[in-house]
């Protein structure tokens, strides 16, 4: 059924995915196809046995220090691979790896050796010992011979036999916790079945939607590429308009800016012949004014008050001062600029800027240009994609994947009716097991309660000041109780070694050869061994799910997959069962959308981008005549000052020459001519400056382009033409270069598509994280965790009880001797009575077989 579910997988994965690989390099846009539905499961592979956790990690070791040697991979992949036959060869090879088999479970053999010995000898010495003691042997005289280091004796022998005793109370007690512990996980993995259950079903439930969720995303894809077909204009008309725009636009925009330059040049040559206008009518005037100052200031100065020998200097000073009142700067002279503005009028007449902006209007409606020119075709890739869309639905229809699922989920159900139907006999055998592990510590509870009882009694009855044939009777009963715990401990230590041997054997081995190797990984390498489960088979698992022995799949790489919850299609390598390009193969598809997309042709030769009116309008803007103006003769003039003087200094200078004259009518004359000279200079001369500035920056401008006219002009009919020509000579290139470009670009969402199918197959569709969670919840937790754990920790427990019962067993029986109430003692006199130590029987009425025995060999 596994194989089915892989196979409905592969089916469907394969009406979505191709393995052709991308032809086209340029990245398309990134396209979001969210992410693929998947619930969580679960089951948490993973136990923590809490503070019974110690006691696992101290089995743990003790089963180190009996087995060090690690896992012998060689040694198993030998024993399997055996052949046996007749030739005297296999036996060697048989022999050598018993041998090897031996060495490495030589640890456990000895240790086995020593506690079979144990439930032999132990026994068999309870038998001799008990028979002894009946022949008043071994401590069964009811005799006590008095020591000095009684006392002593008695304390150690308490206190050993106690702390045997707690040793042996620690070890039944760590038997009764792995007992419980085992019991109640047990019961426990009901529940962490039905987890694992409810995940495989999960698994099946939400494989067909996570498939289906795979192929809806295919309008992802067509949805944008259908978006990007709708805008074909914006998108490849701007790529090929952009492809152009480097030539063009620069040259539009030379052009443009020339037209503002001859807008700029007429209204310079205007300035220069307004300006030029004015300084001639101003000079004029100004030197009239200035003519009438002077004779005005010479009449002054002819006045009878210069003769006066105070003023008479001064005078002089200013009448010499009179010449520098006359204009410098002639502008009468200078040539005209008609002819050269009525050129510029005539080219202005053409609206240069607005055939420019004629060729920028045909330029940007490049998008549209090419929209309307490939309507047809676009339709038809429209078309193209529809049916790819419905071939993905129509074969995902065809395949039987309800039928699949059904009997999947019917094989599921039925094994999990199966599991619960017999987990209660599983916990009914639990429970027997629980009973003989508890009737087992209870044995061992038993001998503890006697030698407990015996020590606590034998202590608290003691008197030292009785004899031993006078001891109270709770003393005597604590003697009993530990002659009473031997007797048990002869009589059950041996089921309890036996017990412990078994479980010893078993658990070790069970931890050492599959616990710790499946923890490392070290058993799926031995299972991945060629041809060792199979002879005829290099590779077992392949050959199960895959029908072909070569294809390296190993159950390491499996279970490792599953561990990191990748797609099943990935971890079982499926695309060897499977060719997916057989099912669908999407280049087949975008061969036929590359040849529509190919066959888009969009003409160019209708954008103009400026008109041999424009051309024309420039040339005769450049013959216009302004290199012809003599810029030598306006500079010469305009780099004079208006006045020789500065009227406002010669002014300041006339009133301050006045005022070292007498007060009078001649100061106030000179005073009076130097304010009609500020108001000249105020009214005229800074009139004149200001157009002297005009006509200054005017003439320098026109200067400027004057000398860059023809070649600005030259250059931009070649920008144009050169513009023009790539328009109408290389478009066919561009634009197959650009579509070239644009179906890459559509036909890089479908290869998206395809990468992104194959990546979530991997990784997310029918992720495997169930099946290694199965696994582990059957050899990790359940096998190790639950039970051997639990098995290892009981045999340490027990086994620790009975060796600790030999010495239990000693010191009980020594110990005994000085709680019971013994038949006779020893009794002593002076030594000067020459007695011999012994009192005689009639003066203490004691019996005393020593003295008895000698008396009758005298």
Not at 7 to 27: A, D, F, I, N
Not at 617 to 644: H, R
Request: charged share 20%.
């Amino acid at each position: 059924m596994a194989v089915e579910l892989c196979l409905l997988l592969l089916l469907l994965c394969g009406s979505t995915v191709s393995e052709v690989q991308p032809l086209h390099k340029p990245p398309p846009g990134t396209l979001d196809f969210g992410f693929v539905p998947a619930k969580t499961y679960d089951t948490n592979a993973y136990h923590e046995p809490g503070p019974i956790g110690i006691l696992f990690r101290l089995v743990h070791s003790f089963l180190y220090l009996v087995q060090p040697n690690s896992f012998p991979q060689d040694l198993i992949k030998k024993l399997t691979q055996q052949k046996f036959g007749n030739v005297q060869g296999d036996y060697q090879k048989l022999f050598l790896s018993q041998l090897q088999a031996i060495y490495y479970e030589i640890g456990f053999i000895v240790s086995a050796a020593l506690g079979l010995l144990f439930v032999l000898l132990l026994p068999l010495v309870g038998l001799c010992f008990c028979m002894c003691r009946c022949c008043d042997n071994c401590g069964g005289e009811m005799h006590q011979r008095q020591k000095k280091n009684a006392d002593c004796r008695r304390g150690c022998f308490a206190a050993f036999l106690f702390v045997a005793s707690l040793i042996i109370s620690i070890g039944v007690l760590c038997a009764y916790a792995a007992n419980q512990h085992l019991t109640s996980q047990v019961r426990g993995a009901k529940n962490l079945v039905h987890s694992n259950f409810k995940d495989l079903r999960i698994f099946l439930n939400d494989t067909p939607g996570q498939i289906d969720y795979l192929v809806s995303q295919y309008n992802t894809a067509k949805n944008k590429a259908l978006s990007d077909l709708n805008n074909v204009g914006p998108l490849l008309g701007s790529r090929v308009q952009e492809r152009f725009a480097k030539e063009v636009r620069p040259a539009l925009d030379a052009a443009l800016t020339m037209a503002g330059a001859i807008r700029e040049t007429k209204e310079a040559l205007e300035n220069v012949s307004v300006s030029v206008e004015v300084l001639q009518e101003g000079t004029e005037r100004l030197h009239s004014n200035l003519t009438d100052v002077k004779i005005h200031l010479s009449n002054t100065l002819s006045d009878s008050a210069c003769s006066a020998a105070q003023a008479a200097s001064t005078c002089n000073i200013i009448r010499n001062s009179l010449n520098q009142l006359n204009i410098n700067a002639n502008f009468s002279g200078l040539p005209g600029v008609s002819t050269q503005l009525a050129k510029v009028n005539d080219v202005l007449k053409i609206d240069l800027s607005s055939l420019v902006q004629k060729g920028y209007a045909a330029f940007n409606d490049t998008p549209d240009l090419v929209l309307n020119q490939t309507r047809n075709i676009l339709s038809d890739i429209k078309n193209l994609l529809d049916l790819i869309g419905s071939n993905i639905t129509s074969f995902t229809q065809m395949l039987p994947v309800q039928k699949i699922l059904a009997d999947l989920t019917i094989y599921l159900t039925q094994s999990e009716a199966y599991v619960q139907d017999y987990f209660p006999l599983v916990e009914q055998y639990d429970f027997y097991r629980w009973l003989g592990c508890l009737i087992l510590c209870c044995m061992v509870i038993l001998i503890l309660v006697f030698y407990y009882l015996g020590l606590l009694c034998g202590t608290c009855g003691y008197d030292k000041h009785a004899s031993p044939t006078t001891r109270g009777c709770i003393s005597n009963t604590g003697g009993n109780f530990l002659m009473a715990g031997v007797g048990f401990s002869f009589l059950f230590s041996w089921v309890l070694m036996m017990t412990v041997v078994i479980t010893f054997v078993t658990g070790g081995n069970v931890e050492k050869l599959v616990c710790e190797p499946f923890e490392d990984r070290t058993l799926f390498k031995v299972l991945d061994t060629p041809y060792l489960l199979n002879r005829h088979w290099r590779n077992y698992l392949s050959a199960i799910v895959l029908k072909n022995p070569d294809i390296n799949l190993t159950f390491e790489k499996v279970y490792s997959d599953c561990k990191e919850n990748k797609g099943i299609y990935t971890t079982l390598h499926l695309e060897n069962l499977f060719n997916i390009n057989e099912f669908l193969n999407i280049s087949m598809y975008t061969e036929d959308v590359s040849l529509k997309i190919e066959h888009i042709n969009v003409n160019l030769s209708n954008i103009v981008l400026l008109d041999e009116i424009g051309k024309r309008n420039l040339l005769d803007f450049s013959s216009s005549g302004i290199d012809g103006i003599n810029f030598a003769a306006y500079l010469t003039e305009i780099n004079k000052s208006v006045t020789k003087v500065d009227l406002l200094s010669f002014a300041n200078d006339l009133e301050a020459r006045a005022d070292q004259l007498p007060k009078g009518a001649l100061e106030n004359a000179l005073k009076g001519h130097a304010n009609s000279i500020r108001m000249i200079h105020n009214q005229q001369v800074v009139p004149l400056e200001q157009a002297m500035s005009t006509l200054n920056q005017s003439i320098r401008l026109l200067q400027r382009t004057s000398s860059e006219f023809m070649v600005k002009v030259r250059n931009v009919i070649s920008a144009v033409d050169a513009a023009q020509f790539l328009i109408s000579n290389d478009a066919s290139l561009v634009i197959i270069q650009e579509t070239k470009k644009y179906m890459d670009m559509i036909i890089g969402y479908f290869e998206q598509y395809v990468e992104w199918v194959k990546e979530s197959i991997t990784m997310e569709v029918a992720a495997c994280k169930p099946i290694a969670n199965v696994i582990d919840t059957a050899v990790d937790i359940f096998l190790c965790s639950y039970v051997i754990d639990s098995v290892n920790s009981f045999w340490f427990g027990l086994g620790g009880c009975s060796i600790f019962l030999i010495p239990a067993i000693i010191c009980a029986v020594k110990l005994s001797k000085y709680y019971r109430r013994m038949d006779t003692e020893d009794v002593y006199d002076d030594m000067e009575n020459g007695n011999n130590g012994y009192h005689k029987e009639h003066l203490y009425g004691i019996h005393n077989p020593v003295m008895t025995s000698s008396v009758e060999q005298w």
